[in-house]
């Protein structure tokens, strides 16, 4: 079983723009939720890799748009308002696609697992990025590595799944 959980996470690291806000990318989450319940894993393990892809899209468009205006955002708090509708977006996805809602019977605390999981995802994200930028003002503004806050996010969500695999 830790074979699978090794591969399954290894997947997320070698692929990690699986999730996305378009039809294919959302068939592709239900795929990996029903493969994930297949080998026995539990919706929250996916879901922190869905809470990392919130984050992640939220500050790319928000980079995006900043770039295409001149390197100043279009409204205040404009990084806040795209990791809103980033959260926002997979969530609708997620219950179109019947992994999230009121019918679905996997549930931790009376949330969906999957929705559990993303939201665990999206706090591991904060925090790995705060660890990037204390390392960072720790090395005189360099990174000690090459890649160091991608490094740091996919270590943290891969330490969180694991500590969420050995819980459920």
């Known amino acids: 079983m830790r074979t699978v959980l090794v591969s399954f996470i290894s997947l997320f690291i070698l692929i990690p723009s699986a999730f996305a806000h378009c039809p ?3 068939a592709a989450t239900g795929a990996a939720v029903a493969v994930t319940r297949l080998y026995g894993l539990d919706d929250s393990i996916v879901g922190v890799f869905v809470g ?3 984050v992640a899209t939220g500050l790319w468009i928000s980079n995006l748009l900043k770039r ?3 390197n ?3 409204v205040k708090f404009q990084p806040a308002i795209t990791l809103l509708l980033s959260f926002i977006l997979t969530i609708v996805t997620l219950y179109f696609a019947n992994l999230v809602g009121p019918n679905n019977p996997f549930k931790i605390l009376g949330i969906d697992r999957i929705l559990f999981g993303t939201l665990v995802g999206i706090g591991i994200s904060f925090m790995s990025f705060k ?3 204390l390392l960072r003002i720790y090395n005189k ?3 000690f590595i090459p890649y160091q806050s991608i490094l740091i996010l996919i270590v943290s969500l ?3 799944s694991s ?3 050995m819980l459920m």
């Open 24 to 26: 294919l990318c959302t």
């Open 52 to 54: 990392g892809m919130v």
């Open 68 to 70: 295409i205006n001149g």
């Open 72 to 74: 100043k955002e279009y």
């Open 131 to 133: 660890v990037h930028n």
């Open 141 to 143: 503004n360099r990174n």
């Open 158 to 160: 891969a330490i969180s």
């Open 163 to 165: 500590i969420l695999y």
